[in-house]
């Protein structure tokens, strides 16, 4: 049997008396793309913590290929294999994109500056980031600055990586792009996605599988076509979600 790239067990969380996962679980696949949806207040970005590494749940474990990872940094996740983009892009302004590729790489120590540079400039080809390699970060469109910070996250190749509403601000076409990307990243590259989007669309269009929170607990989990079929789903959510 294939290893699982991430496994997420029995996750909950606390503040105070109030429960924000409640026995959260879930399981990607490598090379699997799996969208987290949910109305405001589900608990998406809270589970994300949790993955990432920037809150400790108050129960359950988070294992990355089969291993317990629950009580490890974020640092060590990244340096492990795990990425994640965030709501607000996180762009070093001042530095050029080109030279954002080149930095998430440096963590590696000194040497291969070479093999640093065909790497970086392969992935702004990939993200049709080209034109812009020169240019500040800071001076970006919100739509490239989205795919500059994806471009950031997979130029030094991760295991799994999590995109926080990665398509917000975009375009229809930008979108478009990014899925585009993030297909390739999966089906070339073995790389686990999990992703947090508002755009229901989006999400049915790109993602393998997609699991549905509400209240802090999953209420359902399938392919895109099983979700939307699901009465608790369409009555909790999709019924009233916008359609993109």
């Known amino acids: 049997m294939r290893r699982a790239a991430l496994e997420v067990q029995d996750i909950t969380v606390r503040f105070g008396g109030i429960r924000a ?3 959260v679980s879930l399981t990607l696949d490598p090379a699997g793309i799996c969208g987290l949806i949910g109305p405001n207040g589900a608990g998406k970005t809270t589970l994300f913590d949790v993955v990432s590494g920037i809150r400790r749940p108050d129960r359950g474990r988070v294992l990355l290929d089969g291993a317990d990872i629950t009580h490890r940094s974020p640092v060590w996740r990244a ?17 050029t994109v080109l030279d954002n590729l080149l930095v998430a790489q440096e963590w590696r120590g000194r040497g291969h500056e070479k093999e640093r540079g065909i790497r970086a400039e392969h992935i702004l080809s990939v993200c049709g980031l080209e034109a812009v390699a020169d240019s500040y970060a800071g001076t970006l469109p919100t739509g490239q600055a989205r795919m500059a910070e994806l471009a950031r996250a997979i130029v030094d190749p991760p295991r799994v990586l999590l995109l926080d509403e990665p398509a917000s601000g975009m375009t229809a076409d930008e979108s478009a792009a990014l899925a585009s990307v993030v297909r390739r990243l999966a089906e070339d590259e073995g790389c ?3 992703l947090v989007e508002h755009n229901v669309a989006f999400v049915m269009e790109l993602c ?37």
């Open 21 to 23: 996962l409640t026995e």
């Open 79 to 95: 340096r492990h294999g795990m990425r994640r983009t965030f709501q607000r892009h996180q762009l070093f302004g001042q530095l």
């Open 192 to 194: 686990a996605v999990l």
């Open 208 to 244: 393998t599988r997609v699991v549905v929170l509400d209240l802090g607990t999953v209420l359902a989990t399938g392919t895109a076509a099983e979700v939307r079929a699901d009465p608790k789903v369409r009555a909790a959510y999709l019924g009233t979600a916008p359609a993109g």
